[in-house]
């Protein structure tokens, strides 16, 4: 049995899964946690403290300081720690080398996004098979659990998007994936992760699976508002995401939609940086001969998103919009979670976002420890057993729930002891 | 009889001087153009001898390096070209350093801006009476003319006022000046002029005249919309202006506005950047070290307003509603001037702002040259006879109208024969 985690990144995330790791570290074990800077480790390390958040309270939870673009490094780190699973919620530049350090010493990798080149950003589709794909076939020769996009979306969208094909459909048509933030941090402006990384995502080129093949659209091209449970009405716009791309390959469905929640004042204030110039990467000259980046200034004038977690209130509702046949009938379903920033706060320190992200991954691990999901291949999170994990997170913090036109919303959980039986 | 002119200022004003000047130098005789950057003055003489623009075509046309802050610098250059006429359309911190250099050497002075403190931007009312109006008990002791404000607004708007007062009514209750630009520079952002200054005129407090006294609002708090003459309905927004202060002090009129037109798109833009924090003049630190201050960084993104002139297109409306009596009847009339971008570049090289800015400014130089503003103390445009002025701007490309409800809207021009002989 794999246990000893090592979480890779001291962010939002990684903050949620080192609370959530202690919660659970009788069944996990020691706990490091490795950050370029150590200084955001011990930060996280005191939070855990402080909310007396290790299950085992005598357990291991220590700090590294770690580049994790630096494969013979994380390696290192790995042996030096005896962690048999990472958890790699570091940038998205780092999957690679993290990676290749877990296929070296046989620890289990997983991760909540895609990989990027930082030479290519904004890669066009396929999206896995651009990297991670290419190393398929040496985890399922030496035996390496690698789990691929284990966050909300990408991770239980695509556990929901299982549950939907193999539990209540016998053809599905489509599925949309819709991600709405009601809730508010009361700034002016501001984003909900580095807004270098952020804004990147929307000023390009926006992927799609329609009609079994891939389509691009503009950003904010395409529009779709809903009626969303405990959220309300909500307008979403038609983005890529990486889901898409495994998904498309792995499940036989002909649609596969992103759709991600923007309210008019994002948008609009967007829209102006962009057409003014002011979201550019490529340096601009001043008066004074100062060569500066437009969107590195940006940054700097908006709030550091670390510093939006205590004022957040408000739910973000996540869910798979399904639809198809069943028994020769129509059928329509929207399996969802709904999250509290002020809940997630108060147990974990993050806002609610990074806490949807957070806690996935950390079931994700318990599921390897058990043995349930130490599968000893690279998989995407559908091709894994959907039940134990939503199961899981119902217990974690994260709960599913099921809409359906004409019956009450209601908890999705399984009987597994019935399951194992069947 | 003063001739001879220096104009201090290179810019898109200072370029519709020189070709107005041009045009008029059988009058004027020599013409000198100074400015910091010689380069600009250069360009401006290029322009003019392109468009033929000199009347005398053997007259004095020359450029001249000058830091009109160092007024022994100023009085020097007044000394060595001869000039007796200076046309100040520098930036709004040199208006004493070279008033100054005008009252030692007995040259007129003429602006059309009043004078800002460097450490002491957006001052508040009395405007004239917190630099200028100190200096006009010497002016009076010297002999010197000096005419504050002679552009539009201020400038032509104050001889619009003090027309309404002494011709159209027995009492005024009210003068709202009224400021429209309805051109188009086809970018989808810009400034008229230097982005630093504009946007800093917007970023506090605005100051009217109500009920015989000073009265604060904030910017966009207050707005009227209008239907104007040529270009139509017209949404203008209460703003602070010089000749707010200086109408208030020489004409007895209890309310006295300014209102400035701007689209939903302008104020749109203006307040994302405001609140974001990139209009402020506090330097901030980027990840890299780097200090920035964002206005720069803004200023630098924006097009160049000199660019905007070729492909400005549309018209400007400027002009005075007055309100009042006239033997007993309530009266109200609107006395206006409109420009055309595309008319005033093919003229000069500028655009229609420029040209409503730098036409008034020539013809008071014109007046004071013919010696009937000759006036030898400081006044400001109220002051002065306006027949005169509005006739001269009438044959230079500024047409005076009236619009009075009920009657066809007409040229404003005056007989002077009959006026000199009244």
């Not at 985690?5 to 706990?31: E, M, P, S, Y």
């Not at 990027?116 to 659990?145: F, L, Q, S, V």
Request: net charge negative; charged share 20%; with cysteine.
């Amino acid at each position: 049995m794999k246990k000893h985690v090592l979480i890779i990144g001291a962010g939002g995330v990684g903050q949620v899964a080192a609370h959530k790791c202690a919660q659970h570290n009788r069944l996990l074990g020691d706990i490091h946690i490795a950050s370029r800077n150590i200084k955001k480790c011990l930060a996280v390390i005191d939070s855990v403290h402080e909310k007396g958040a290790l299950q085992n309270p005598k357990g291991v939870l220590k700090a590294h300081q770690l580049d994790a673009m630096d494969t013979a490094a994380v390696r290192r780190l790995i042996e030096h720690t005896g962690a048999q699973i990472v958890i790699n919620l570091g940038h998205a530049f780092v999957n690679m080398s993290v990676l290749q350090a877990c296929i070296e010493t046989g620890a289990a990798y997983l991760d909540t996004a895609i990989h990027e080149d930082p030479e290519k950003i904004c890669e066009t589709p396929p999206w896995y098979a651009n990297h991670e794909w290419k190393r398929k076939a040496i985890c399922a020769d030496r035996g390496i659990t690698a789990i691929l996009g284990c966050g909300f979306d990408p991770g239980v969208v695509n556990a929901y998007a299982a549950l939907a094909v193999h539990e209540y459909f016998d053809t599905v048509d489509s599925i949309d994936i819709i991600d709405i933030n009601a809730g508010s941090h009361g700034k002016y402006f501001a984003t909900n992760f580095n807004p270098e990384i952020n804004f990147r995502e929307f000023t390009g080129q926006v992927w799609s699976w329609q009609n079994s093949q891939w389509r691009s659209n503009k950003m904010f091209e395409i529009q779709r508002t809903d009626d969303l449970p405990v959220v309300g009405k909500q307008t979403a716009y038609l983005t890529g995401h990486d889901e898409l791309h495994s998904l498309s390959q792995n499940l036989n469905v002909p649609n596969i939609r992103f759709w991600m929640g923007f309210g008019e004042h994002y948008i609009n204030v967007f829209t102006v940086l962009r057409n003014i110039g002011l979201l550019s990467e490529k340096p601009v000259t001043l008066d004074n001969g100062q060569q500066v980046v437009p969107l590195q200034l940006v940054k700097a004038v908006l709030p550091d998103p670390a510093s939006l977690a205590p004022g957040y209130i408000g739910k973000t509702c996540i869910g798979n919009l399904v639809k198809g046949h069943k028994d020769g009938q129509a059928r329509e379903v929207f399996v969802y979670n709904v999250a509290d920033h002020v809940e997630a706060f108060a147990e974990v320190g993050s806002q609610g976002i990074s806490y949807t992200a957070g806690v996935p991954a950390v079931a994700a691990a318990i599921l390897i420890a058990q043995g349930t999901w130490d599968v000893q291949k690279m998989v995407n999170v559908e091709e894994l057993p959907y039940q134990p994990f939503i199961n899981l997170m119902n217990q974690m913090g994260l709960t599913t729930h099921l809409r359906e036109a004409g019956q009450d919303d209601c908890l999705i959980s399984f009987d597994l002891a019935e399951l194992d039986a069947s």
